[in-house]
């Protein structure tokens, strides 16, 4: 998603929507894989603050990896645990029939719905949120330096 614009779009249209809006937003914020995601414990956010960092173990590699958590996800994170219920050791992402994680492929489907009702063209899904961070991070890296250089000269 390379429109900042198309980004707040989508956050807006999930404001009314804690779960989506956190995932959303912890996503695009962590360059998380969605099943690293998935697999966060209340406990291990409950009381972060803004600047915390989490260590995982990641799914798909095995090996560790520490993360901070901005003010952007921690609010999120606050959000979703005051609008429901949940007991330290549930995962974050429940699924909203039944008390279990969400799977991947219902990340895929969220990431598609949600790009869709802001009329984003392309194929999005679950890896979207992880491409999305590395593309954002590329661009804002590259201009900086490309000032920087600029004003050397």
Partial sequence: IRSLDDIQLIRR?????PRDL???????NTNLWASDLLRLR????????PEDTIE????????????????????AIRNLLEKESY?????LFKSQKSEEALKVSSVHNLV????K??????????????????Y??????????????????
Avoid: M
């Avoid at 209340?42 to 603050?49: A, C, H, I, P, T």
């Avoid at 661009?139 to 900086?144: A, D, E, G, L």
């Fill in 112 to 115: 598609k719905a949600w790009c």
């Fill in 13 to 17: 249209n999930l404001q009314d929507k």
């Fill in 87 to 91: 007991h330290p050791g549930e995962h």
């Fill in 56 to 75: 995982i173990n990641e799914k798909i590699t095995g090996k560790p990896r520490q993360f901070t958590l901005n003010r952007a996800c921690v609010q």
């Fill in 22 to 28: 956190a995932l959303f937003t912890i996503g695009l």
């Fill in 117 to 134: 009702a802001v009329k984003l063209k392309g194929n999005y899904g679950s890896h979207t949120l992880r491409k999305t961070w590395g």
């Fill in 42 to 49: 209340v406990y291990q956010v409950r009381d972060l603050e």
């Fill in 136 to 153: 954002h991070q590329r661009i804002t890296t590259q201009f900086s330096v490309f000032r920087v250089e600029r004003a050397a000269s």
